[in-house]
């Protein structure tokens, strides 16, 4: 039965005006050659728009008008409490204007629309004002060098900043990296994924409307291959921050390599592990939020608690508690306020997503819960939460990063053993730890080889703490006054004042 607050979101999206040109020197223009590519709703499996395709003659244009307005110094020439001004207008009118933003990114990706609105559009507004913030508080330094020498210390913006962001979390990833490279005094060129272009495309002009000077932010929808390898191999292009496959990642590396040596700050895959001891006393809570560590944002996100590792003793207690936990996590209309979760971001994804739980069949796993593709109104992009027992370490399904709402339960006997396991993916971003010992608590985060460790919790993360990975999920840090790093370089002005 369709709820009214179902028909309430249908009748905003009626009246929204899409964005679909590409943004550029502050202005929409379309793509340089006329091409479009085609946007769908996965939960409708319908077209939303089609929008600009943008390529090389595109992205030049882009990097141009970028690299025009950091040199003019219209941005980068501000005082950092003009630029923090016009960063908290920003962060303002993202609040103002969620309804639409959420919608956006509901309807390109899937998502349920309720977690966009509280999750989503307040987490990027939030991302926005503590950069802004941060503007006027972060210092250059003056060398101890004695009187006949003054040398500074001063961090200086990169120039041309490349974002490539992903959709799983569309409006989100895009404040991520614009908010730091923006404080800094950089311009940028955004990328959003082909998946997910709206409302990177609505930011660009909000941003406009805060104060952000034309050529400041420009935005390129397009394909990876297209506007994405452009961007990587672009002389003018100082600084690249990527969110994606660590596939991609790997790419943009040698994209940088070929060309101009440009920095590469790559956040990709990963493969996190819960690891639960039998000394957790609340096992209830343990398996509610790891059902919700592998579940949320219909698994599609890169530190996802995938590997459930669970010690012998609390194994069947714990196993029990998560099947019931998971029955509150079955995908649901996108647009009803009482679903979880929604659809996956595409048919091909879905397809993926399906095939990685064949392979866990094919390779002896049993499915304690989940396993079958659904259909919901005209859509099959939906896929049950799937836990599989039975897999060995060298399974396809516990190795490679499936982006989608399955995990595989093992028991483990040791503290040992469970690091070992922990520890033995090419992937290092996150890890959960649920123990009631202390000392445990600190020994295990210690050792466990990953960016993030959340202990008696799951995927914890604020703006002030820097959030990346360790091997094959990459470097370089999102969020915090780390990020920083990212998008300025060190210059030492030396001042002999012995003559």
Known sequence: MTTKKQIEWQALAQKLPLRTQAFIDGQYVDAMDGATFESINPRTGQAVSRVARCGIADV????????????????????????????????????????ELAWLDSADMGKPVNDALSIDIPGAAGVFAWYAESADKVYDQIAPL??????????????????????NFPLDMAAWKLAPALV??????????????????????????????????????????????????????????????????????????????KMVWLEAGGKSANLIFDDCADLDLAAAKAAFGFCFNQGEVCSANTRLLVQRGVWDRFMERLLVHLKSWQPGDPLNPDSRMGALVDRGHADRVMQFIVSGRREGGSVLAGGQRLTIGASDCY?????????????????????????????FETEAQALQWANSSPYGLAA????????????????????????????????????????????????????LDKFTQLKTSWFDLKT
Not at 148 to 163: F, L, Q, S
Not at 440 to 462: E, M
């Open 60 to 99: 030049d244009r882009a990097v141009a008008a970028a690299k025009k307005a950091f040199d003019s110094g219209v941005w980068a020439a501000r005082s950092p409490r003009e630029r923090k001004q016009v960063l908290a207008r920003l962060s303002a009118l993202i609040l103002q204007h969620a309804d």
């Open 146 to 167: 004695g009187p006949e020498v003054h040398a500074t210390i001063t961090r200086e913006p990169v120039g041309v900043v490349a974002a490539v962001v992903p959709w």
């Open 184 to 261: 800094c005094g950089n311009s940028v060129v955004l990328k959003p994924a082909e998946q997910s272009p709206h409302s990177a495309l609505r930011l660009a002009q909000l941003a406009l409307q805060a104060g952000v000077p034309a050529g400041v932010l420009n935005v390129v929808p397009g394909l990876g291959p297209e506007a994405g390898q452009a961007l990587g191999r672009h002389p003018d292009v100082a600084s690249l921050t990527f969110t994606g496959s660590t596939e991609v990642g790997k790419l943009f590396q040698r994209y940088a390599g070929e060309s101009n040596m």
């Open 383 to 411: 896929v049950q939460p799937t836990v599989f027992t039975g897999l060995g370490p060298e399974a396809t399904l516990v190795r490679e990063e499936v982006f989608g709402p399955v995990a595989v339960a093992t028991p």
């Open 432 to 483: 959960s730890v649920w123990t009631d010992d202390l000392k445990r608590a600190h020994r295990v985060a210690r050792a466990l080889r990953v960016g993030t460790v959340s202990v008696n919790t799951v995927d914890a993360l604020d703006p002030c703490v820097p959030f990346g990975g360790f091997g094959q999920s990459g470097f370089g840090r999102d969020l915090s006054l780390h990020a």
